[in-house]
């Protein structure tokens, strides 16, 4: 008996022995997941016995001899589990930290710290306390053209505060306008002058220490299209890797190297940005641990590889989405860079550090659910989706929640390795555009980073550059100012089109930041007018200027309008509501049907090779001289049977999936009707 015999039988495998007959052991523990149905091994139970008897024969066995280089470490390294997994490269199994010294807690930023300075404020390196959790806004700066055609700059960074104030324009019933403030605190507000080195000072930086102390960090941009993801991200892995590649100079440190791997979910599929866009299969393991199965991953000892890596994966993901009639901003792209120890004199290695950048899907694209194509909808409620199930699992890390809902998607299933364990950090950075056309999308922005934080453990403690919880400007709910003038520039540089452009950006510092904004006052102007208004007529559904019926569209128009009473409005916005309400809900079933066919239509294929293979062995018995022309016809029958039940059961499946998407079709058309009804009251 072979050792490729003999570890199928004591895996209970035998019934494979003539698929794998002949084979190399080498070329037999070198196998992976995705080729066990080559070999007919299609039953799930049967692929995770395989699998662990392929494990389990690797420790017997060693490595292949001529393991050298990082895409020959195969069974060692990354074929079975890509990067993110399985017990091979289970972090928490790791021995002890790299490096000697107790975790960095993230510190309050040198940039904040300046301004605070400027402003004559007290300062001191003080510390955010234990939370695992940092959000910072960044602010991109106006551009040429948003200048050119008088876009205005409505969003203001108090970076001494970390606080952004936004100044929303709205029309009172008179239809005169005033700017409505919102204001937000979070631990850093940078604005359009911080630089991408002083954001990886922010950011990253504290997290490149927590890897090297057997942890896990993540930093995610979120932001809508265009407010500054991938100008952000780009940079950071670049800063990071040659921080770490210092660090693994270190004599302690030889045995510890870095490898990076980029991939993109798109939908709820995933490629490789670093292997010509392969498809990637998402499974979970014996372990119910999710793994990206096939990542490819690069060693990397020079921070140019890293540069060229990042140049490469970003082409991957604007080639892919040409070709998939999308754009870089509905998919999530993921840079992982993991540290790995090499044990057993260089044969194994372990994973012993990870961190994860992130570049969200554009967060504006989770609200075209109501779109006129059907597939722009379902890639709409899978970003909406997403993105709402990170927001969930990082507040429930932060809190010690027990229950952590990384099965909500697609990405949060990849990443909840990287966020479990209390050495986990994760830093958001909440992407913003300056300008007024943008602002509803700033402030969703704003409140989604506001959510992430508002469960954290020191929410209660911290109180930023002066502003404490006990303020009521602390919370943004409560921090509202509306004032009648347009915002001062809080350059007090009058309006935005004085700066001068720089490469088609506006970016010029101001001398000096102007003294502390009159909040107070502004508050209580806000409050009065909220009573004046209190005894005025309802005003009308305010609108987004431009839409249909909407406030400024008609006023300017001179359109009048139908006023229509509270209670027919009340009526039509929650039948809406009640309507979009279900049409979520069938959505977020369709998307699981739609893996759950696909995954059905895989089986039937690999039951319909089985048969195939059943078939052609029966013709060959049949042919043989005395053969049982009784036993060809029964199990010809019963081959028949099978093919029939397997079609039966994918079509059922198909017809009930058609009815839902009919279902839907119906529902979005009559929620975009009634979208328009409520616009035109
Ligand atoms: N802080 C900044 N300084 C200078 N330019 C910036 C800054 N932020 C963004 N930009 C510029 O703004 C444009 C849009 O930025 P970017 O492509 O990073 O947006 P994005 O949020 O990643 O968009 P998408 O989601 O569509 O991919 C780019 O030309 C970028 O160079």
Redesign the pocket.
Known sequence: MSRVDSWLVTAGLSKYRTAFAGMHEQFFLELMMQDFVKYGVVDQGDKHRLYKAIKQARAVVGPCEDAQDSSSFSYSNYDLQGGSGSDLLDLDAHDGDLIEGPIQPFQVSPVGEAARAAAGQQQGGQQLSDSKIRVVV?K??I?KKEVERGDEDVVEMDMRNSCVLVNETKLKVDLTKYAERHQFNFDEALD?YVTNDQVYRVTVEPLVHTLFHNGKATCFAY?Q????????MSPLPIRAAADILQYLVRPELRDVSLFVSCFEIYGNKCFDLLNMRKKLNILEDGKKKVCVVGLKEHTVNDVEVVKQLIEEANHRRSVGSTAANA???RSHSIMQFALKRFIAGGAHCRLVGKLSFI?LA?SERGADTFDNNRQTRLEGAEINKSLLALKECIRALDSDARHVPFRGSKLTAVLRDSFVGETARTVMIA?ISPTATCVEHTLNTLRYADRVKELRKDKAERAPGGVTPGDEMYHAAAQRAAVNLPPPNPYGGGSSSDLSSHDG?VLQRPPALQPPMQQQAQYQQYQQQQRSAAAAPLPPRSRQPGMPGGVAGGAEAGIMHEWSSPEELYDEEAEEEELEHEHGELMESILEDEEEIIALHRQQIEDAMEIVRREMAMLQEVDQPGSSIDQYVDSLEAVLAQKLDGIRKLQGRLDRFKNKLRQEDLMSRTVQKKQSTIQRI
């Open positions: 960044r991109r700066p551009n359009e932001g299209t265009g407010s500054g993801k991938t100008h952000t754009d870089s901003s570049d554009g992407n950006l």
